[in-house]
């Protein structure tokens, strides 16, 4: 019943940047954290970015400075803004929400960064 949908992803040149938006449907409860990933071919998913609720952020270094995870409430919506963005950030990048330890998280289904150089 919960779904979460990426959205904004696409193909842009090094140097540009995008906004990532995950629109949330359905009641979440329990949330501690959430946050986007990303995975490149063939690699291993990573976290990106992280926004606790009570607001505060983390970053992956290799995105730090460079990029910075929000969130709408009102909207039910969380966002990355990726500024400066490299080939190196191509990926499909996914929302996640982090419900703690003892709880299924929710997934989006991701959305493809294609950074071109």
């Known amino acids: 019943q919960v779904q979460l949908v990426e959205s904004g992803g696409g193909l842009v040149q090094a140097g540009g940047s995008l906004r990532l938006s995950c629109a949330a449907s359905?009641?979440?409860?329990?949330?501690?954290?959430m946050n986007w990933y990303r995975q490149a071919p063939e690699e291993q998913r990573e976290l990106v970015a992280t926004i606790t609720s009570s607001g505060d952020t983390n970053y992956a270094s290799s995105v730090k400075g460079r990029f910075t995870i929000s969130r709408d409430s009102a909207k039910n919506t969380l966002y990355l803004q990726m500024n400066n963005l490299k080939p190196e950030d191509t990926a499909v990048y996914y929302c996640?929400?982090?419900?703690?330890?003892?709880?299924?998280?929710?997934w989006g289904k991701g959305t493809l960064v294609t950074v071109s150089s």
């Open positions: 996640n929400v982090d419900r703690g330890e003892f709880r299924r998280d929710y």
């Open positions: 359905g009641t979440i409860n329990n949330i501690k954290a």
